[in-house]
Each structure stands twice: as C-alpha cells, then as structure tokens.
C-alpha cells in the first residue's frame, strides 16, 4: 500500500504561482511514474503532468509551458509548479502513482484562482 499526501493548494491571484506537493510513503523510484490529475467542479478528473521513473516528463496541452513536474528522490516528493494561473486551473489536484499494476490517489488538494 503506498499512501500519498498532498499539499500546497490555496487561492491564488490572477497570473499568480503555487508549487503543489505529493510525499509518498515509499520510494518514488520504486514507482513506474508519478501523475498529477485534477477534477473541477461538474467535470471529469483530467490529466495534468506525470513524471516517469526514468525522469522523462509529459504534460497536457493545457498547461504545457505553465507547469512543470519534478521530484525529490532523496524526500520521496514530487512536485507540480504552477506558473501564470488562470481561472479554468481551479480544481482539486490529485496525485497518482502507478506501481506495476496499482494504482494509489492522494486525497487532493483545492487550487482556486
């Protein structure tokens, strides 16, 4: 069981930043790759960014050149930088890891522009 705690959500002014973390509970270079995911009100969760165990990165169109994922292996975290938010970046972000078959959610956080 891999358990995974969100943080750094909050409101944020227009054009404004916050850096989103995910501590796991085990070693994220035990994992195939770490995402993030986030879920508006009234839509369906949707792919933001994901960090693969060999370091490459991908990102949807959305956000491309706005976010950027990364991790700390030495702390088990990965994080999500969110650059120039915008008002449809409102949601609540989840962290996802993929571990051979398995797949483990955070609990969320709330990101409000």
């Known amino acids: 069981q891999v358990q995974l705690v969100e943080s750094g959500g909050g409101l944020v002014q227009a054009g404004g930043s916050l850096r989103l973390s995910c501590g796991a509970s085990?070693?994220?270079?035990?994992?195939?790759?770490v995402a993030w995911y986030r879920q508006a009100p009234g839509k369906q969760r949707e792919f933001v960014a994901r960090?693969?165990?060999?370091?490459?990165?991908s990102y949807a169109d959305s956000v491309k050149d706005r976010f950027t994922i990364s991790r700390d292996n030495a702390k088990n975290t990965v994080y999500l930088q969110m650059n120039s938010l915008k008002p449809e970046d409102t949601a609540v972000y989840y962290c996802?890891?993929?571990?051979?078959?398995?797949?483990?959610w955070g609990q969320g956080t709330q990101v409000v522009r």
């Open positions: 996802n890891v993929l571990r051979t078959v398995d797949n483990y």
């Open positions: 085990g070693s994220i270079l035990s994992f195939n790759a």
């Open positions: 960090i693969a165990i060999g370091g490459s990165t």
